[in-house]
Nanobody, 123 residues
Protein backbone atom coordinates (compact mmCIF):
# COMPACT_ATOMS: atom_id res chain seq x y z
CA UNK A 1 0.00 0.00 0.00
CA UNK A 2 1.29 3.42 -0.92
CA UNK A 3 -0.10 6.64 0.52
CA UNK A 4 0.56 9.97 -1.14
CA UNK A 5 -0.23 13.06 0.89
CA UNK A 6 -0.60 16.46 -0.72
CA UNK A 7 -2.13 19.87 -0.16
CA UNK A 8 0.28 21.35 2.33
CA UNK A 9 1.75 24.80 1.97
CA UNK A 10 2.05 28.23 3.54
CA UNK A 11 -0.96 29.94 5.03
CA UNK A 12 -1.62 32.90 7.27
CA UNK A 13 -3.26 32.35 10.60
CA UNK A 14 -7.01 32.10 10.23
CA UNK A 15 -6.81 30.59 6.78
CA UNK A 16 -7.72 27.13 5.53
CA UNK A 17 -6.02 24.24 3.79
CA UNK A 18 -7.26 20.84 2.67
CA UNK A 19 -4.89 17.93 2.77
CA UNK A 20 -5.47 14.89 0.59
CA UNK A 21 -4.11 11.39 0.88
CA UNK A 22 -4.39 9.05 -2.10
CA UNK A 23 -3.99 5.31 -1.60
CA UNK A 24 -2.65 2.96 -4.24
CA UNK A 25 -1.24 -0.52 -4.53
CA UNK A 26 -2.71 -3.50 -2.71
CA UNK A 27 -5.12 -1.48 -0.65
CA UNK A 28 -7.45 -3.18 1.77
CA UNK A 29 -11.17 -3.12 1.14
CA UNK A 30 -11.67 -2.03 4.72
CA UNK A 31 -9.23 0.29 6.40
CA UNK A 32 -9.26 3.07 8.94
CA UNK A 33 -7.34 6.26 8.31
CA UNK A 34 -5.48 8.58 10.61
CA UNK A 35 -3.74 11.89 10.28
CA UNK A 36 -0.77 12.71 12.46
CA UNK A 37 1.63 15.62 12.58
CA UNK A 38 5.15 16.27 13.73
CA UNK A 39 6.60 19.67 14.49
CA UNK A 40 10.37 20.28 14.64
CA UNK A 41 11.82 18.89 17.84
CA UNK A 42 8.56 17.28 18.88
CA UNK A 43 7.14 13.80 18.78
CA UNK A 44 4.59 12.73 16.23
CA UNK A 45 1.12 13.48 17.53
CA UNK A 46 -2.38 12.37 16.69
CA UNK A 47 -4.61 14.79 14.78
CA UNK A 48 -7.68 12.93 13.55
CA UNK A 49 -8.89 9.46 12.61
CA UNK A 50 -11.85 8.00 10.76
CA UNK A 51 -13.30 4.52 10.61
CA UNK A 52 -13.77 2.66 7.35
CA UNK A 53 -17.45 3.56 7.15
CA UNK A 54 -16.81 7.15 8.14
CA UNK A 55 -19.26 6.81 10.98
CA UNK A 56 -16.68 7.17 13.74
CA UNK A 57 -14.29 10.11 13.85
CA UNK A 58 -11.81 11.09 16.49
CA UNK A 59 -10.06 14.42 16.90
CA UNK A 60 -7.28 15.72 19.07
CA UNK A 61 -8.43 18.40 21.47
CA UNK A 62 -6.15 20.92 19.78
CA UNK A 63 -7.98 20.64 16.45
CA UNK A 64 -11.53 19.69 17.39
CA UNK A 65 -13.98 22.16 15.90
CA UNK A 66 -11.45 23.43 13.36
CA UNK A 67 -10.39 20.31 11.44
CA UNK A 68 -12.61 17.79 9.68
CA UNK A 69 -11.52 14.35 8.51
CA UNK A 70 -13.38 12.65 5.68
CA UNK A 71 -12.94 9.92 3.12
CA UNK A 72 -14.05 8.82 -0.33
CA UNK A 73 -13.82 5.04 -0.46
CA UNK A 74 -14.52 4.90 -4.19
CA UNK A 75 -11.62 7.21 -4.97
CA UNK A 76 -9.52 5.74 -2.15
CA UNK A 77 -8.70 9.27 -1.15
CA UNK A 78 -8.80 10.71 2.33
CA UNK A 79 -9.01 14.32 3.40
CA UNK A 80 -8.23 16.64 6.26
CA UNK A 81 -9.96 19.99 6.01
CA UNK A 82 -8.15 22.47 8.22
CA UNK A 83 -9.88 25.74 9.06
CA UNK A 84 -8.96 28.63 11.32
CA UNK A 85 -5.33 27.62 11.15
CA UNK A 86 -3.00 28.70 13.93
CA UNK A 87 0.80 29.03 13.99
CA UNK A 88 0.92 26.05 16.34
CA UNK A 89 -0.55 23.91 13.56
CA UNK A 90 2.76 24.23 11.73
CA UNK A 91 4.11 20.71 11.22
CA UNK A 92 4.64 17.93 8.73
CA UNK A 93 1.33 16.12 8.36
CA UNK A 94 1.21 12.38 7.71
CA UNK A 95 -1.65 10.19 6.66
CA UNK A 96 -1.70 6.58 7.79
CA UNK A 97 -3.77 3.50 7.10
CA UNK A 98 -4.50 0.48 9.24
CA UNK A 99 -5.95 -2.84 8.12
CA UNK A 100 -8.99 -2.58 10.33
CA UNK A 101 -12.35 -0.91 10.10
CA UNK A 102 -11.80 0.67 13.51
CA UNK A 103 -10.16 4.07 13.88
CA UNK A 104 -7.26 4.44 16.27
CA UNK A 105 -5.43 7.35 17.86
CA UNK A 106 -1.96 5.92 18.41
CA UNK A 107 0.59 5.73 15.59
CA UNK A 108 1.62 2.20 16.56
CA UNK A 109 -1.80 0.96 15.45
CA UNK A 110 -1.19 1.97 11.82
CA UNK A 111 0.41 -0.23 9.18
CA UNK A 112 1.16 2.14 6.32
CA UNK A 113 2.33 5.73 6.21
CA UNK A 114 2.53 8.45 3.61
CA UNK A 115 5.59 10.61 3.14
CA UNK A 116 4.19 13.70 4.82
CA UNK A 117 3.29 17.16 3.61
CA UNK A 118 4.51 20.38 5.19
CA UNK A 119 2.02 22.87 6.59
CA UNK A 120 3.36 26.24 7.70
CA UNK A 121 1.11 28.81 9.33
CA UNK A 122 2.39 32.33 9.84
CA UNK A 123 1.09 34.69 12.49
Amino acid sequence: VQLQASGGGFMQAGGSLRLSCAASGRTSDSNAIGWFRQAPGKEREFVAAISWSGGIRYYADAVRGRFTISRDNVKKTYYLQMNTLKPEDTAVYFCASRTSVTAAVTPEMYDYWGQGTQVTVSS
